[in-house]
């Protein structure tokens, strides 16, 4: 079984009380006091711990009431920590909402004390080796299905069942290709799938039990993948990587003959590739959308063998969506369930195919938008066009108009001079008479 070692030093709460007890680390010792039914929860005046000498390192951990600020740290000298007043390099503080992570570098030896609305019911706890063990996955894994997997947090091999320290950490899974060319997830990017949980939501069974609870779908395509668990804390973030798995393809696929037959059915045939499952094992439940929107819920009990058959009984011609999921066995035994890829199918017209077709009534609304804007915009551009065309010909035809206007007054003018020549010469010849 794997495991992930986190090594840190947390203490978390506050220490007070009369008698002392101490708890050994590997490298170092840190005294605080007794924990019982009454000191086990942290008093609002008085929280107080102890440091011994010699200690190198050591990360402390205070819940507080959500949305207050930031604790303040009272050194044995009476010298105070802050958030904003840290010596960096010798301090690193994380604050969020509802804890402080406080990281020291060789801590004064002494008595401590914390000041802040931190929780009273906040309890001591030493965590000096955070190890997650997480189930292995199953040998065969298939394309399409859902899978549970559990995890544990433990310290020192000890389960870790404070509900507080759970909101502290992010248990994270995702799968990266071994890049096997021998493979279809050659080159694929890696593929985060999801988070463990303990809320007591979708498979998690009990919440806030210590338990952790991963569920995902392999959405992504078949192939050799690394599963990847990653312990994720404000201060440090530690990686579980399992051995290689193999994502078969997903078993099923469907194929239809369709009728244009009002009293006939569409003959749709669901097809089990029996490489890791066992067919005689599946039962199938599914959903058919008709072109009208209307939906029918349908299950298949019953069969046996690598085929299962579902009448779809005729009702107009137009697109068929078909969703299914499946559960069974696979070869070894293992129980899972998984989800069909959508299937789709078109009832043509008679005299033609149907209009719109498939690929234009499976399109996204944001798909028939982005199509319908820039159908808008090529329109708007062939009418600018054409107003720039009508235009550039109305000013050539105006220019025309004017040249020959032109031309024709010149003419008058020319005529009109010929014209007074004549009578001046007529006139002054009379007048020499």
Partial sequence: MAIMKCLAVLAIGSLFATSSTAVQDTKTEIH??????????????????????????????????????????????????????????????????????????????????????????SKIMIVSDVMLEVEPLAEILLSGETLKVTGKLYNQEKAIDDSLFNDVVQLTIDFYSTNNKGYDNFGAEPVEVGTFRDDGYELDEYARDGVFTGEFELTFSAGEWTPVYRVVMPMATRELRQKPVVIRANPISLEVET??????????????????????????????????????????????????????????????????????????????????????????????PLVPSIEEDTRSEAEKQAAALILKLEEEKKARELALQEAKAKREAEAKAQAEQNIMLVVIANVVLIVLAGVAVFLIRRKKQ
């Fill in 32 to 121: 605080y006091y007794e924990q019982d039914n009454v000191t086990n929860r942290v008093p609002y005046f008085d929280n107080r711990f102890h440091i011994d000498a010699n200690l190198d390192e050591i990360t402390l951990l205070f819940y507080r009431r959500s949305g207050t600020p930031p604790i303040i740290l009272v050194r044995p000298d009476g010298s105070k920590l802050k958030v904003n007043t840290v010596e960096k390099g010798k301090v690193e503080w994380y604050d969020d909402k509802t804890y402080d992570m406080i990281r020291i570098v060789r801590p004064m030896p002494g008595p401590w004390q914390a000041i802040g609305a931190i929780l009273p019911n």
């Fill in 259 to 352: 009728t244009r037959d009002s009293s006939s059915f569409h003959k749709v045939t669901i097809n089990i590739d029996d490489s890791f499952v066992d067919p005689d094992s599946l039962i199938f439940q599914g959903k058919i959308t008709y072109p009208d929107r209307q939906s029918e819920p349908f299950a298949i009990m019953e069969g046996s063998g690598k085929t299962r058959i579902k009448e779809v009984g005729y009702t107009e011609p137009g697109v068929h969506r078909i969703k299914i999921n499946a559960f069974g066995h696979t070869k070894n035994g293992r129980e899972f369930r998984l989800v069909v890829p959508d299937f789709t199918f078109n009832v043509e017209r008679e005299g033609g």
